[in-house]
């Protein structure tokens, strides 16, 4: 029987697999100018502005970038693969970066405009700032995405922010404090 490879490719967005290990139907990923070769595995993959990440939590995976198959690593659970400026492999939480698949989102010291992208990415939510000043506050925690209401609230529970509808969204400013 002839081996049957399982291929995709992840044009936009943020992508979460959990894939059986069959040796006889090898799968992988092209994300970019990037390879994921599941070697029975769950990532998540997040083609951020800042450069591709991979986030193993079981399994194992082998990342490698398009033509360049020499420099090929092969992540353990709890490793994550950042391909920022130059690659890298470090621990990492991997359970928070693939938390938003249970509707969670789970921020360590992100910016507020981090955040409002994040936001804009699993919900569709337009977030606008009064100021840069605002953009740059800084944010800890896991927002709920069940509705709009509850991530709303977990920010100005801990901000001094309020949200401002407006017709493609909300505006951030100023409580004023």
């Known amino acids: 029987m002839e081996a049957r490879a399982r ?5 936009e967005g943020e992508a979460f697999f ?3 290990h069959d040796v006889r139907r090898p799968f992988s990923a092209l994300v970019g100018d ?12 997040d083609p951020a502005t800042d450069g591709l990440r991979v986030d193993l939590l079981e399994g194992s995976l082998r990342v490698e970038r398009a033509g360049k198959s ?3 690593v092969v992540l353990k659970p709890g490793e994550r693969y950042w391909a920022g400026r130059s690659p890298q492999v470090a621990s990492s939480d991997v359970a928070a970066a693939a938390a938003w698949v249970d509707g969670r989102l789970v921020f360590d010291d992100a910016s507020l405009s981090q955040v409002a992208a994040a936001l804009y990415r ?12 605002l953009a740059a506050l800084r944010f800890s ?3 709920q995405l069940s509705k709009s209401s509850a991530w709303r609230s977990g920010l100005t529970a ?15 400013a100023s409580t004023g404090q």
Do not use: C, M
């Open 7 to 11: 291929q995709v490719r992840l044009l």
């Open 18 to 20: 959990a894939v059986a």
């Open 34 to 45: 990037h390879r994921l070769t599941v070697l029975g595995t769950l990532f998540n993959v």
């Open 70 to 72: 020499a420099s090929a």
């Open 122 to 133: 699993q919900t569709g939510e337009v977030l606008t700032f009064d100021s840069p000043r």
């Open 141 to 143: 925690g896991v927002l």
């Open 158 to 172: 801990v901000l001094p922010i309020r949200f401002v509808a407006e017709p493609k969204g909300y505006r951030i």
